[in-house]
Nanobody, 113 residues
Framework: QVQLVESGGRLVQPGGSLRLSCAAS????????MGWYRQAPGKERELVAT???????YYRDSVKGRFTISRDNAKNTVFLQMNSVKPEDTAVYYC???????WGQGTQVTVSS
């Protein structure tokens, strides 16, 4: 059974940093493209970043230069390093297989002073 467990979300001040983690199991992680999505209240879930099995990355324009997606295949974990966060980054963050149909429980990130 596919399992995706996000963690690391917290309250952080604008301009601050935090690192989200997603522990994956139930599939061949090393060959799977992974992505981070986020959803704010009243808004559609949106793609934040992806990383391919070979390490190629994609970021939506609003997070370019601030966020970094990475993966540790030995630990079946994908990370999202969030720097210089803005109030607009406030959302529940989810990780998923880019080509899959499963979601974790999400982790809340709140950017506020």
């Amino acid at each position: 059974q596919v399992q995706l467990v996000e963690s690391g979300g917290r309250l952080v001040q604008p301009g601050g940093s935090l690192r989200l983690s997603c522990a994956a199991s139930g599939f061949t992680f090393s060959s799977s493209a992974m992505g981070w999505y986020r959803q704010a209240p009243g808004k559609e879930r949106e793609l934040v970043a992806t990383i391919s099995s070979r390490g190629s990355t994609y970021y939506r324009d609003s997070v370019k230069g601030r966020f970094t997606i990475s993966r540790d295949n030995a630990k079946n974990t994908v990370f999202l390093q969030m720097n210089s966060v803005k109030p607009e980054d406030t959302a529940v963050y989810y990780c998923t297989q880019v080509h899959g149909n499963y979601w974790g429980q999400g982790t809340q990130v709140t950017v506020s002073s």
